[in-house]
């Protein structure tokens, strides 16, 4: 079975920096398109950054590009986010997704993990 | 950044009725490559979003084909054909012709 699981959320004081996890199991991440997104709860989902199947590619919202880094270890079979110099606007849950196509960019986002809560508060 | 726009922002259904949703983007949504990166998803309350509909039309595995998904260019319709007490939630479109990959506002279907 296909899975993403992300861990690594939490209270963190704004200025400060985590770094998020997601395992994947049931796949390889190197075959994969992985991107994260992100949802303030009650509110819509905002796209946060991507990274290809051979890491050519990675890409970022305007809103994140120069704090945060994703990152990929292929032989853990995990994906990362790198968030430094957070905000309160970063506050928001962070969903971790896989691209249904392998060797694509984003075709179509399945599945979701059940995500990991950020909060930015001093 | 494509804007994309959905309406209504709330649909009350009637169980067994037809679900309609608009998305629309502020521009093409046809990739270089002759492809239209529009899709469909799903977020039942406290769960994370689900794909539904990829690529305009294409059911994900293992969703019902009461779903269907229809468009083209900068226009796109998701219909559920007879709602089920399973469908309530919010439902986003999706593009990602262009990078960054953005999302419509959000559509929620209610039970009347």
Known sequence: EVQLVESGGGLVQPGRSLRLSCAASGFSVDDYAMHWVRQVPGKGLEW???????????????????????????????????????????????????????????TGLRPWGQGTLVTVSS | DIVMTQ????????????????????????HRDGNTYLSWLQ???????RLLIYMISNRFSGVPDRFSGSGAGTDFTLKISRVEAEDVGVYYCMQSTQSPPTFGGGTKVEIK
């Not at chain 1, 950054?49 to 880094?69: E, L, P, Q």
């Open chain 2, 7 to 30: 309406t209504p922002l709330s649909s009350p259904v009637t169980l067994g009725q037809p679900a309609s949703i608009s998305c629309r983007s502020s521009q093409s949504l046809v």
């Open chain 1, 48 to 106: 946060v950054s991507g990274i290809s199947w051979n890491g050519a590619m990675i890409d970022y919202a305007d809103s994140v590009k120069g704090r945060f880094t994703i990152s990929r270890d292929n032989a853990r079979n995990y994906l990362y986010l790198q968030m430094n110099s957070l905000r309160a606007e970063d506050t928001a849950l962070y969903y971790c997704a896989k691209d249904i196509m392998s060797r694509g960019w984003c």
């Open chain 2, 43 to 49: 977020q039942r309350p406290g769960q994370p979003p």
